[in-house]
């Protein structure tokens, strides 16, 4: 119900936006938010949104289009170790800020997208 896509190869410095397009589920009135797994390393979390229609967090800033159902993350800046697969989750729980970074809040995943930043 989740697709994640944008991903790829970018450049050490570049910005980039992901999008992850839901079906079967209103994005709207779901807390959405973004995860990231390092090779070798666990899941971790990056962004989240209860209400409204974006919220920055430093270089990373999650926002969702409701009209085409759609959220997004966008990095600038992008590092080395932003290298990772990104992962959106929603859920329609209105989870309070605590719970955000609970991977196990969410009930529905994307299948992730790879990003590779290179120098």
């Known amino acids: 119900q989740l697709q994640a896509y944008g991903g790829g190869l970018v450049q050490v410095g570049d910005s980039l936006r992901l999008s992850c397009a839901a079906s079967g589920l209103a994005l709207r009135t779901s807390t959405v938010g973004w995860f990231r797994q390092a090779p070798g390393k666990g899941r971790e979390y990056v962004v989240a949104i209860r209400s409204g229609t974006y919220r920055n967090s430093g270089r990373f800033t999650i926002s969702r289009d409701n009209a085409k159902n759609t959220m997004f993350l966008q990095i600038n800046n992008l590092k080395r170790e932003d290298t990772a697969v990104y992962y959106c989750?929603?859920?329609?729980?209105?989870?309070?800020?605590?719970?955000?970074?609970?991977?196990?809040?969410?009930?529905?995943w994307g299948q992730g997208t790879l990003v590779t930043v290179s120098s």
């Open positions: 989750a929603a859920t329609t729980r209105q989870l309070i800020t605590s719970s955000q970074s609970m991977d196990g809040q969410y009930d529905y």
